[in-house]
C-alpha cells in the first residue's frame, strides 16, 4: 500500500478561473484525459487547477501572490462572477492509493488557501514538477541560468542536500575569511590603551607603550626605565619592590586620611570675616552644645516656678470655652456650683481674665521646657559622636604620635565618664591637635610638591594595566593568524568536497543523459545530436552551475544549443529533458500534465510526439490539452481508449464556463429548472443539439467542412438538414410528432421549433411559459424515443466505413435503424 | 584523495561518508574537519548549523592563539 502510487481519481473545477458552473473530471475509469479546444476557452484552467492544488502559496507561477507588475495576483484564480452566483470558488481532487481513497479541496479566494493533507502527500512525491507549459518549454534552454538549472536538475536528482551544504560551505568560507580579517578585538585594545592613557597613545606599538610608561616613572625616579613591557624587565621589578614598600608606610593618602580624622575632632581656619582664628570640630562643638544646655535649664527652672499651679492647667483649658465671649454666662460656677457673684473672680470678665493669665504663664513655661529638651538632646548626640571620633584618630597615628595617642585616650576616659557640665578640659589636646594638623598639613605639601599624585602603587597598576592590554592585543593577533590559518584549511576542505560532491552530481546526471537523448531522438530522429549536462570545470570556484550543451559537430562540440538548434529542436531537448527526469524521478505520483506542448511542431513532430507517449510513458497518468486538432487526432489514434479520455471544448459561456462536446444536458436538468421556477429553454435548445450531433455522428451524417475558424460550430438547422438527408437516403421516414403540424425534423430545419411563437421568445433565452415549455420537451423527448434500436432498445448506432445502413452500436446486436416500432401517443 | 562515488548511495549517506573521510584523512585539519563533518556534512544539519560551525571555528582559533600554560589553567 505504502508503494503504491497516487493515481488522479478526479479533478473538479468550480467557480475557477473560467469554469464557473462546477466541472468534474472524472478519472476513474480511464485515468489519462485529453483536451481538444481552441484558445481561450478554458483548457489550460484544467492544468491550472493542478498546478494551483499543489502549489506552496494557493496560487499560479504566472499570477503570484499580488498584483504586481505583471502579476494579476490571486484574485485571478476566481471566476468574476463567482461571487454573484454565490459559488465557492474552489479546486476539488480525488487521489487512489492502491485501495484507499484521498480527496481534498482547497479554496481559490481569501487567505489563506490552505493546501489540504493530500495535496501535501503527493505534492512530496514530485521531485520533479509534473506540469509542463509549451509556453515554458524554451526557458530551460534558453534562458534559465546555469546555477538555476543547477538548483532545478539537483533537486530532480533528490540532490538538494548537495545544494544546501555547498551554499552553508561556501558561506561558512566566507565568513571565516571575513573573521580573519576582523580588527574589532585589536580595536577594542586601541580603544582601551587610548582611554588608560588619557589619549597619549592611540594605537598599540609597544616602542610608543614604552615611551608613554618613562614619562610615568620619571616622575618618580628618572633613572628607570623599562627595556620590554614584560613583568620580567628589571625596571618592572623595581617599580613593583618600591610599590610594595609605598604600602608599607603612610603615603599621602594616609596622611590625609589622619588629616581628616584629626579635623573631625579639632582644626583652626582663619575665619575670612574676622580675620582670626575660627574653631572648627566636635571638641569645641561639644563645649558649646553643654553650655546651652545649661542655659536651658535656668530657664526652664526660672518658668516652672511661675507656673507651680500648673495642675491647674487642664482645668483652665477646659473652663476657658464656658467662659469665652458672647456665650452665655453661666449663673454658677460649672464645677463646684458656687454662684459667680460671690466668686473671687466676681464676675464672667474677672474669670475670663483669671484663665488667661494662668494659660500664658503656661506656654512659657512649655517653650523653655522644649527648649532643654532640644538642648539635651544635641548634647547627646554631639557627646557620642565624640567619643566615636576620638576612638577613631589613635590607630591612624604612628608610633612618633605616642604623646597625643596617650592625650586621646584620656581624654576619651572622661568624655566617656561624663554626664553632666562641666566638661573635661580640652586645651591640652586641642593644642596637641594643631600641631598634628600643622605638622600633617607640612608633609602632604612636600610630596605634593614632590611626585604629584603619582605614586608607585598607581604606576604599578598602570604598568599592569598595559601588561594585560599587551596580553590581550598579542591573544587577538595571534587569533587572527590562527583563523587565518584555519580559512586557508577550510578551503582545502570545501576544495575536497566540492569535488567529491561534483564527481556524485556528475555520476548521477550521468544517469539521466540516456533517456534523456533517447527521447530527444525519439521526437526528433536519429540524426539529433546527442546532448549533455555539464558541470563547470573543476578549478571554477563556483561548482553550482550546470551547463546544458550538445555536440552539434565535431568542430562544435559542448556547445551551448540556442546557437545550432532550431526552434523545435530547443523545445524538443526541453521536452525531453523534462519528460526523462519525470519519467525517471516522479514514480510514486506519475502524473504529469502537458499544455498545448507542441505549438512549435510540425505535424511529423506532433505524431512523434504522440508516438513517444504512447510508447515510454503508459504507465503514467497523463493529462494533455492542446488547441492544435491535428495532435488531439494523432493522440486518439496513437494512444486508444482503453485508458483515455478524449474530450473537446466546444465554446465557452461567459456565465458558465467552458462547454464540452460531452457535455450532456440531462432530463433530469431541465425538470430541476423548472423545479426552481426557472425557463428551462436554454437548456432545451442545448440538450436538442446534444442530441442531434451525437446522432448525427453516429450515423455518418455528410456536413459541410466548416470554415477555419468555426471547425466545430454546427448550427441545429444544419445538423437537421444532414440527419434529414441521411435518413431520406435510408428511405427511412421519422414518425410524425403529435401535435406538431408539420414533421420534428423539418420544424427542426426550418427552426419552426426554435422561432416558434408558442415556446420561445426571439431573444437567445426565452421566457416562455413554464407550460408551453413542458409541451414542447415533451414533443421532442417523443421525437427522440423514436430513435432507438428496434431489436434491443438501444439508442447509439453507428456505420462503419463502406456501410450503407447505420446500425445499433451494439456489437452483439447491430440491428439495422428502423422505425417500425409503435409510437405511443403524447 | 578520492572516495568511492556509488550513483545509488543516498545523499545524506554520501556526505556522512564524505565527513569520515575528511577526518581520516592525514593532509586536513583534523579539527576543522571534525567541525565540518558536524555541523555540515550531516544526515540531518540544524537550521542554524552554518552559525555553529562559524562558532566552533572561532573558539579552536581563540584555545590555538591562547597560550599553553594559559590552555592547561583553565
Not at chain 1, 450 to 476: M, V
Not at chain 1, 507 to 519: F, G, K, M, R, V
Not at chain 1, 692 to 715: M, P
Not at chain 2, 50 to 72: C, D, V
Amino acid at each position: 500500500m505504502a508503494d503504491d502510487p497516487y493515481i488522479l481519481q478526479s479533478l473538479r473545477l468550480s467557480g475557477f478561473r473560467g469554469y464557473l458552473i462546477p466541472k468534474t473530471f472524472d478519472l476513474h475509469t480511464k485515468r489519462c484525459l485529453a483536451v481538444f479546444a481552441p484558445n481561450g476557452s478554458g483548457k489550460s484552467a484544467i492544468v491550472d487547477g493542478l498546478e494551483f492544488m499543489f502549489s506552496e502559496e494557493g496560487t499560479l507561477e504566472r499570477l503570484g501572490v499580488r498584483a504586481i507588475y505583471n502579476n494579476a495576483g490571486v484574485t485571478a484564480l476566481a471566476h468574476n462572477l463567482a461571487a454573484e452566483k454565490k459559488i465557492d470558488p474552489l479546486v476539488d481532487v480525488c487521489f487512489k492509493r492502491g485501495d484507499r481513497k484521498l480527496e481534498g479541496s482547497r479554496n481559490a479566494s481569501g487567505t489563506p488557501r490552505p493546501r489540504p493533507a493530500i495535496a501535501d502527500a503527493v505534492q512530496a512525491c514530485f521531485t520533479v514538477n509534473p506540469s509542463v507549459r509549451g509556453h515554458a518549454l524554451r526557458r530551460f534552454v534558453e534562458e534559465q541560468t546555469a546555477e538555476k538549472r543547477y538548483e532545478d536538475v539537483a533537486r530532480w536528482l533528490q540532490l538538494g542536500q548537495f545544494v544546501d551544504v555547498q551554499r552553508d560551505l561556501r558561506a561558512l568560507r566566507l565568513r571565516t575569511k571575513a573573521a580573519a580579517e576582523d580588527k574589532a578585538a585589536l580595536n577594542r585594545v586601541d580603544s582601551l590603551l587610548s582611554r588608560k592613557s588619557a589619549s597619549a597613545v592611540k594605537a598599540w606599538d609597544e616602542a610608543v607603550v614604552l615611551e608613554y610608561v618613562e614619562t610615568i616613572l620619571a616622575t618618580l625616579d628618572n633613572t628607570l626605565s623599562l627595556k620590554a613591557l614584560d613583568r620580567t624587565d628589571p625596571a618592572f621589578v623595581t617599580v613593583k619592590d618600591r610599590a610594595s614598600a609605598e604600602e608599607k608606610r603612610i603615603g599621602i593618602e594616609g596622611l590625609r586620611q589622619i588629616r581628616r580624622t584629626a579635623a573631625v575632632l579639632y582644626d583652626e581656619k582663619e575665619d575670612p570675616e574676622s580675620g582670626g582664628p575660627s574653631m572648627t570640630g566636635l571638641l569645641p562643638e561639644f563645649a558649646q552644645a553643654v553650655d546651652a544646655q545649661a542655659t536651658a535649664k535656668v530657664a526652664e527652672a526660672a518658668e516652672r516656678n511661675a507656673t507651680a499651679n500648673a495642675v491647674f492647667a487642664e482645668l483652665w483649658k477646659t473652663t476657658e470655652p464656658l467662659f469665652a465671649e458672647g456665650r452665655p454666662i453661666p449663673d454658677t460656677c460649672p464645677i463646684c456650683t458656687t454662684p459667680i457673684a460671690v466668686s473671687a473672680a466676681g464676675s464672667a470678665e474677672g474669670v475670663r481674665q483669671h484663665i488667661a493669665v494662668h494659660r500664658a504663664e503656661l506656654a512659657s513655661y512649655a517653650k523653655a521646657k522644649k527648649a532643654l529638651d532640644d538642648a539635651t538632646a544635641d548634647v547627646n548626640t554631639v557627646h557620642a559622636r565624640l567619643v566615636t571620633a576620638l576612638k577613631a584618630l589613635p590607630p591612624l597615628l604612628g608610633a612618633v604620635h605616642v604623646a597625643l595617642r596617650a592625650e586621646l585616650a584620656a581624654y576619651l576616659g572622661y568624655a566617656e565618664a561624663w554626664k553632666e557640665a562641666p566638661i573635661p578640659d580640652a586645651a591640652t589636646l586641642k593644642g596637641s591637635l594643631r600641631q598634628l594638623a600643622t605638622m600633617l598639613d607640612a608633609s602632604i605639601a612636600e610630596i605634593e610638591a614632590k611626585q604629584g599624585e603619582h605614586t608607585y602603587i598607581r604606576s604599578l597598576s598602570k604598568l599592569e594595566e598595559l601588561l594585560d592590554l599587551k596580553g590581550e592585543w598579542e591573544l587577538a593577533v595571534r587569533g587572527l593568524a590562527e583563523l587565518e590559518k584555519l580559512s586557508t584549511a577550510l578551503n582545502i576542505q570545501v576544495a575536497f568536497i566540492s569535488g567529491e560532491i561534483r564527481r556524485k552530481v556528475q555520476t548521477l546526471l550521468n544517469t539521466l543523459h540516456a533517456p534523456i537523448n533517447d527521447i530527444y531522438r525519439e521526437i526528433q530522429g536519429a540524426g539529433a545530436v546527442p546532448m549533455r549536462l555539464e558541470l563547470p570545470p573543476e578549478e571554477d570556484t563556483n561548482q553550482q552551475r550546470l551547463n546544458l550543451v550538445i555536440d552539434f559537430a565535431a568542430n562544435r562540440a559542448g556547445v551551448q544549443p540556442s546557437g545550432f538548434l532550431s526552434d523545435s529542436q530547443i523545445h524538443s531537448l526541453a521536452l525531453a529533458l523534462r519528460l526523462a527526469a519525470i519519467k525517471r524521478f516522479n514514480t510514486a505520483a506519475p502524473i504529469i500534465a502537458l499544455d498545448d506542448i507542441v505549438t512549435s511542431y510540425d505535424a511529423d513532430h506532433r505524431r512523434t510526439i504522440a508516438a513517444l507517449l504512447a510508447k515510454e510513458f503508459t504507465d503514467f497518468q497523463l493529462i494533455i490539452t492542446t488547441h492544435d486538432e491535428r495532435f488531439f487526432i494523432y493522440l486518439m489514434d496513437q494512444l486508444g481508449d482503453q485508458n483515455w479520455h478524449y474530450t473537446r471544448i466546444i465554446r465557452f459561456d461567459a456565465d458558465f464556463g467552458p462547454r464540452f462536446v460531452d457535455h450532456r444536458i440531462t432530463d433530469v436538468m431541465i425538470e430541476a429548472r423548472w423545479h426552481d421556477g426557472e425557463s428551462a429553454a436554454n437548456e432545451m435548445r442545448q440538450a436538442e443539439e446534444e442530441w442531434s450531433l451525437r446522432l448525427c455522428r453516429d450515423f455518418g451524417v455528410n456536413v459541410r467542412i466548416r470554415a477555419a475558424e468555426k471547425a466545430y460550430s454546427y448550427e441545429r438547422s444544419e445538423l437537421a438538414e444532414a440527419l434529414a438527408g441521411f435518413l431520406r437516403g435510408q428511405g427511412l421516414t421519422p414518425p410524425v410528432v403529435p401535435g406538431v403540424n408539420n414533421r420534428f425534423l423539418t420544424s427542426l430545419q426550418q427552426g419552426a421549433v426554435e422561432n416558434f411563437g408558442r415556446h420561445f421568445q426571439d431573444g437567445p433565452y426565452g421566457d416562455g411559459s413554464k407550460g408551453d415549455e413542458q409541451a414542447h420537451w415533451n414533443e421532442f423527448k417523443f421525437f427522440r424515443e423514436r430513435f432507438a434500436c428496434p431489436k434491443c432498445g438501444q439508442t447509439r448506432f453507428k456505420r462503419p466505413i463502406g456501410m450503407k445502413k447505420a446500425v445499433c452500436a451494439k456489437d452483439s446486436c447491430e440491428a439495422q435503424l428502423d422505425f417500425d416500432a409503435p409510437a405511443t401517443s403524447l | 584523495m578520492h572516495i568511492d562515488v556509488d550513483a545509488v548511495e543516498s545523499p545524506a549517506a554520501f556526505l556522512v561518508g564524505l565527513g569520515k573521510a575528511l577526518k581520516a584523512s592525514q593532509e586536513m585539519d583534523a579539527d576543522l574537519a571534525s567541525i565540518v563533518s558536524q555541523h555540515i556534512l550531516t544526515a540531518t544539519p540544524a537550521e542554524d548549523c552554518m552559525e555553529q560551525a562559524m562558532i566552533a571555528i572561532i573558539a579552536l582559533a581563540a584555545t590555538r592563539a591562547t597560550p599553553a600554560k594559559e590552555n592547561a589553567d583553565g
